[in-house]
């Protein structure tokens, strides 16, 4: 018990350091520290309001969060999550333009989540794959792969498949209203929010309670030693790529089919970096990457208001973010060192 | 002559013209990746000293008048990032990856935060050397407009290579890079070179950002980098740690990523995004063909060798 209160209490105390720090920042920068902090709590959690935008904005990082999350587990570092997502997110949006009107809408939407995982899955199984079999370091090719697919979206949306009615923000056509992903109950937070939580647990099961986990962790832990137990390391690896994928690819599918309609730029808007940050936060545990993603999406959605209210620039959030991931990396050198942390040794 | 003519030609100059325009802040962050990976570690967090150098630079170089003291600027704020990295890094535990990925976070936000007031005001720019005066041709010309800083760039290439290969210090990074417990028992303080690299290869970093903001394309804005900071890390190992050779690697890239506005020039202009994606694709191409799953690269610093 004392264990799990250690892997609570040392990211808490790193959280609350990195607001002190922010404070620091805040006053230096000429506002006052607890009105900032009063206005994030209102723009992040202070409404019904807030907390439809907070939830909303959660659903994507959850899922981004997943494709570094699963990897590290296998002793991987991938930050390809922008890139899955943004494959993701068009593939998902060709489906939708293909079938719009074909099909009921119950069909297409569970193809184009279907298509959204398996190109995700490809994409970052693809990085798993390259680093075990030819050695590639994955870091850099999932890195290197979210610019290509970016490219390639802005190739797509700005050339053959643009429609011609988007001047502005140059985009797909749409993929119909009917095909769009609804709004649980009463509110507006659409279903990419459920989704996601339910990804999230059923991964969380999958890496703490099945034999699968158990020897992604030890393959993690030490490649050799999985080798001669006879664990199969190589797909263990692709396989925790893949999976991490697909759920990057279906955040972009939700972002197309819950908000936009239409694939354009907005698939990556950062969701992807972000979810690099949320992981780490959540020490890859699937479970603990659900309330750190609300609370990132609450940071980021109270940018709005710390504009308005306090004329600080949109970068605060960002700021914000940054020394939260330093301090909770730096924290890490704390796990076993605090004696009164430490779980008393059990008598023999 | 023919228009045509003009044309082919004007594509070539345009690339070798955008290749040392563009490849100058490539050069910068892969020599300081160069040196920080030497040493055994590695610093994926370039492209906040990147950003932080561009947005300090301008800015200093606004309100002084001196594009210079803003280049001095910048190099300052990198090595204090690569400072940051540096200590957080030598805590048991912490992964410099991880830190990397935080503090390119951080660097940027700064960047951001304090850039606003920058983005409309023009800043003096940093001269250049019109190496091109002898020829008539308005394309070479325009080729040949070489900044210092590149010639900065091409100069330390080889001290650096010299540095590594004969100096004292030099050993002492190669040293410590090659194995920490050798290090150890030579009784080098493998913690205090590790620092001293990084900060040193932050500030090469941020000096590559001031070209961004001072020189091409000349103005600070939050779209300002296109992750060449990050590229850093992918440059350095096609370059195989080596710094001269990051000379060629960085002028590829810059041919590469200049491939597409020159043949938008041309009036050549479908697929301008696909050639964006030029210089990422032809480094995972690379990476593909050269990297092995049982041997270790050549040139790789030892310490990496578990992580290949």
Known sequence: ?348 | MSHEEIGLFGILFAVLGGAIRVGTPFLFVSLGECLTERSGRINLGLEGNLVMGAMLAYGISYLSGSPWLGVAAAAGAGAMLGLLHALLCQQPRVNDIAVGIALMLFGTGLAFFWGKPFIQPSAPHLPSLSLGAWSDSPALRSALEINVLFIAGIVLAPLLAWFFRNARWGLNVRCAGESTEAALAMGLNVNMIRLLATMAGGALAGVGGSFLSLYYPGSWNEGLSSGQGLMAVALVIFARWDPVKCVYASLLFGGAAALGPALQSAGITWGYYLFNAAPYVLTLAIMIATSSAKRRLPGLPGVFSNLK
Request: aromatic share 8%.
């Open chain 1, 1 to 348: 018990m004392k264990a799990h209160f250690e892997s609570i209490a040392i990211p808490s105390g790193a959280l609350l350091v990195s607001l002190l720090l922010f404070g620091v920042f805040i006053g230096i920068a000429g506002a006052n520290p607890f009105e900032v902090f009063a206005s994030i709590y209102r723009g992040a959690f202070g409404s019904w309001f807030a907390w439809q935008d907070t939830l909303v904005r959660a659903a994507p990082l959850m899922l981004t969060a997943l494709c570094t999350a699963l990897p590290a587990r296998a002793g991987l570092i991938v930050i390809g999550g922008e890139g899955a997502m943004v494959a993701g997110g068009f593939s998902a949006a060709l489906t939708g333009i293909a079938l719009n009107g074909t099909f009921p809408p119950f069909i297409v939407i569970t193809c184009m989540m279907f298509v959204a995982m398996l190109t995700g899955s490809l994409w970052i199984g693809a990085v798993g794959a390259l680093r075990h079999y030819r050695g590639v370091n994955e870091t850099i090719s999932s890195l290197l792969l979210n610019y290509i697919a970016i490219a390639l979206l802005n190739f797509f949306v700005v050339g053959m498949l643009k429609d011609p009615e988007t001047l502005n923000k140059p985009s797909t056509y749409p993929i119909g209203d009917a095909n769009m992903l609804g709004a649980m109950g009463s509110s507006s937070i659409h279903w990419g929010l459920g989704i996601g939580i339910i990804i999230c647990i059923a991964l969380w099961f999958l890496m703490r309670r099945t034999t699968f986990g158990f020897g992604m962790d030890v393959a993690g832990g030490n490649v050799r030693a999985a080798q001669l137990t006879g664990l199969p390391v190589g797909r263990l690896i692709v396989m925790a790529c893949a999976l991490g994928g697909a759920a990057a690819g279906l955040a972009g599918m939700i972002e197309v089919a819950a908000v936009h309609g239409r694939a354009n730029t907005s698939l990556n808007a950062g969701y992807g970096y972000a979810g690099i940050l949320v992981a780490f936060l959540a020490r890859h545990n699937p479970l603990a990457i659900i309330p750190v993603a609300i609370l990132l999406g609450g940071i980021r959605a109270s940018g709005g208001l710390l504009q308005r209210a306090h004329d600080l620039p949109d970068a605060t959030t960002l700021v914000m973010q940054g020394i939260i991931f330093v301090v909770i990396l730096a924290s890490e050198a704390l796990y076993g060192r605090l004696p009164w942390l430490q779980p008393k040794a059990q008598p023999a």
